[in-house]
């Protein structure tokens, strides 16, 4: 499967300030790359989906001017909380689509996101 | 009513037991199916990766998908204290689309 690398695994910041959070693909170029939050016990959302050299889709009731997402190139995605507030503390993960016969998603390790 | 259902559990058993889980879907259009596992605080790690009907088996793990009832099973044999983790039922309507997720099953395998 691929790997897919997240940065930073943890983050800490003030109510207001700006986070981002990066998500490479370390062996494989993907043309898609989805962003997803997950709360405390509970399962995965989807946020927006990544294409490189485009806008991003972001799913209904997602604010596209608060995540912003930067798919710069084929091995690196960026989403960037602004203004972040301590609502928007969460889990946040990144998943690739890999090619060939069997496309399916691997995911990053997850970035923890605490605003207080 | 949500696209997938799946138990929320926690399901405890022992170890060495067969640990039994499933989804259900309403969606017809599925046709890919996933199972992956997350353990507390990680990303999410594939297990098996299905698009047809019938069985496909991996190690300890098989993987059932029955599309006729929009029913999907994963049984874990042998099953390890190391297998105790949050188990997610995923789906899509193509390779490659995004994931529709079940809500997650725990999963605690006592030594």
């Known amino acids: 499967g691929a790997v897919v690398s997240q940065h930073p695994s943890r983050v800490i910041c003030k109510s207001g300030t700006s986070v981002k959070i990066e998500c490479r693909s370390l062996?494989?170029?993907?043309?898609?790359m989805f962003w997803y939050r997950q709360f405390p016990k509970q399962s995965l959302m989807l946020m927006a989906t990544s294409n490189e050299g485009s806008k991003a889709t972001y799913e209904q009731g997602v604010e596209k001017d608060k995540f912003l997402i930067n798919h710069a190139s084929l091995t690196l995605s960026t989403l960037t909380v602004t203004s972040a507030h301590p609502e928007d503390s969460s889990f946040y993960i990144c998943?690739?689509?890999?090619?060939?016969?069997?496309?399916?998603?691997?995911f990053g390790p997850g970035t923890r996101l605490l605003v207080l | 009513q949500k696209e997938v259902e799946q138990d929320p559990g926690p399901l405890s058993v022992p170890e060495g037991a067969i640990v039994s889980l499933n989804c259900t879907y309403s969606n017809s259009a599925f046709q890919y199916f996933m199972w992956y596992r997350q353990y507390s605080r990680k990303g999410p790690e594939l297990l098996m990766y299905?698009?047809?009907?019938g069985n496909k088996e991996d190690g300890r793990f098989t993987a059932q998908v029955d599309k006729s009832s929009k029913y999907i099973s994963l049984f874990i044999r042998d099953s390890q204290p190391s297998d105790s983790a949050t188990y997610l039922c995923a789906m899509n309507k193509a390779a490659g689309n995004k994931l529709t997720f079940g809500g997650g099953t725990r999963v605690l395998v006592k030594p």
């Open positions: 299905t698009y047809s009907s």
């Open positions: 998943s690739l689509v890999t090619g060939g016969r069997e496309e399916t998603q691997y």
């Open positions: 062996d494989f170029q993907a043309t898609t």
